[in-house]
């Protein structure tokens, strides 16, 4: 088991031994990894599952904290989806980068229902771990580069611990530079 040292005051075990912390996608998924007891799980307060409330409350760095945002972009009617994984200190180029990688017009964050549905995962928890096969994985370059980072579960009553390297390596995975920028 790896020894977190981003956790704070959260305690982790790895992920295949508490599937019940887990959105069943994600379960899923993680049994399909090369080293799924290379991810780590802690069983958090479900309203504390927001970013700033999660850190200051477990003592986990923002720094190490990266969020999956859901994007939807129509062409041709035909509506588009992806997952971003940005890191907390950072916001999405949607209407840039990730418009131009989904090649539509307008790329906008999906409803929070219509990404619940999509996703089988709870809002304040969607993880690019486990999502539908024909989605991208937007991979900010910053987010790759991470060693340990704390990620949502699928749902919002536990953190997942994982290293950037193993989201970049995620079917449909692609890591790209300048995919966010920094909040000033």
């Given at each position: 088991?790896?020894?977190?040292t981003i956790a704070?005051s959260?305690?982790?075990v790895p992920a295949?031994?508490?599937p019940?912390?887990l ?8 049994a399909?990894?090369?080293?799924p007891?290379?991810?780590?799980v802690?069983e958090?307060?479900a309203e504390?599952?927001?970013?700033a409330a999660f850190?200051e409350?477990?003592g986990?760095?923002l720094?190490?904290?990266a969020n999956c945002?859901v994007?939807a972009?129509?062409?041709a009617?035909?509506?588009r989806f992806a997952?971003a994984?940005?890191l907390?200190t950072t916001r999405?180029d949607v209407?840039g980068?990730i ?8 790329a906008?964050?999906a ?7 999509l996703?089988?995962?709870q ?11 024909e989605?991208?994985?937007l ?14 579960s699928?749902?919002r ?9 193993a989201?970049?390596s995620l079917?449909g995975?692609e890591?790209?530079d300048?995919?966010a920028?920094?909040?000033?």
């Amino acid at each position: 088991m790896t020894d977190w040292t981003i956790a704070g005051s959260l305690t982790v075990v790895p992920a295949p031994s508490r599937p019940d912390l887990l959105a069943e996608p994600v379960a899923k998924a993680l049994a399909a990894l090369a080293d799924p007891d290379a991810v780590g799980v802690a069983e958090i307060d479900a309203e504390l599952a927001d970013t700033a409330a999660f850190c200051e409350a477990y003592g986990s760095p923002l720094s190490a904290s990266a969020n999956c945002v859901v994007i939807a972009g129509k062409r041709a009617g035909e509506v588009r989806f992806a997952a971003a994984m940005i890191l907390a200190t950072t916001r999405a180029d949607v209407n840039g980068v990730i418009k131009r990688r989904l090649d539509v017009r307008k790329a906008s964050f999906a409803p929070m229902d219509e990404a619940v549905s999509l996703t089988g995962m709870q809002y304040g928890g969607i993880t690019p771990v486990g999502l539908p096969g024909e989605w991208p994985i937007l991979i900010d370059q910053r987010v790759a580069d991470e060693p340990e980072l704390i990620i949502g579960s699928g749902i919002r009553g536990s953190k997942l611990l994982i290293s950037g390297s193993a989201l970049a390596s995620l079917p449909g995975a692609e890591v790209i530079d300048g995919l966010a920028r920094p909040i000033e």
